[in-house]
């Protein structure tokens, strides 16, 4: 039997550090952590990068949050600093704050980060819409990415995956639940070439084809989806954001549609 376990992110005690070279930043993300999360031990702070690379070494914080630019120290970033940190203290939860909407950043986070590091990217101008969501995600152990910015990780863990466009296109709508008929009707294409897609993104996710022996055990769909989740090609934000799109394209085709 399976069974999942989810922080209660009231209630859990943690250490935080944050690291951002202005004191008024500082002093409100503080004041808003502590009315969120009353059971927070110790609140640490570090106006350097390189200050804050060395209290996460020493004061090993659970959940860091990092500045990209720093004024007094511009010869290290925020995302070069949290690649540093995560170095001596792999276990803690990155999430860069910044004003910063730059896809390199993201690129560079993504590609510092360890496989199995817990990161976030929140811009500045969201901070106050998103500051707990975000929070709980990392306390969680999953994760979060600013929805402005979560297709551009979408996209780098396509690379990694390497899954197509075509083959991410109906991995997309099958995570809809969009039948073959609908799929060829949105695609334009015959249902022998949806077929062939899905065949190719079954074959590159390893699923058995129909005439394997251990083919019937699963559902190939459903198991498409779930390596989709859990590789990460595939995020709740990325497919609020694509189900729009889908809803568009279904109006443009004379498609009615609820996803």
Known sequence: ?????????????????????????RNWLSEQLKKLYPSIQMI?????????????????????FMDIDFEKDRSINGVQAAGEIWKTNPEAAIIVISSYDAIAYVKQLYDCAPDDAVYGYVLKDNVVRDLK?????????????????SSTVTKLRRKDVQVTDGQFEVL??????????????????????????????????????????????????????????????????????LATQVLQEAQKCGITLTV
């Not at 399976?2 to 070279?21: G, P, R, Y």
């Not at 975000?134 to 929805?147: F, T, Y």
């Open 1 to 25: 039997m399976m069974t999942e376990t989810m922080t209660d992110s009231k209630t859990e005690t943690f250490n935080v550090l944050i690291a951002d070279d202005r004191e008024f930043f």
């Open 172 to 241: 997309v709508y099958i995570a809809l639940g969009l039948s073959d008929k609908t799929i060829s009707k949105l695609t334009f294409l015959t249902p022998q070439a949806v077929q062939a897609r899905l065949r190719s993104l079954y074959a590159r996710f390893n699923i058995p084809s129909k005439n394997a022996p251990d083919a019937g055990t699963y559902n190939s769909r459903c198991k498409a989806v779930w390596h989709g989740l859990k590789s990460g090609i595939i995020t709740e934000p990325e497919m609020e954001r």
């Open 133 to 149: 969501t975000a929070v709980d995600s990392m306390l969680n152990k999953e994760g979060h990415i600013d929805p402005n910015l």
């Open 44 to 64: 640490y702070e570090a106006e350097e990068p390189r200050s804050a690379i060395s209290k996460a070494g020493s004061l090993k914080p659970d959940l860091i």
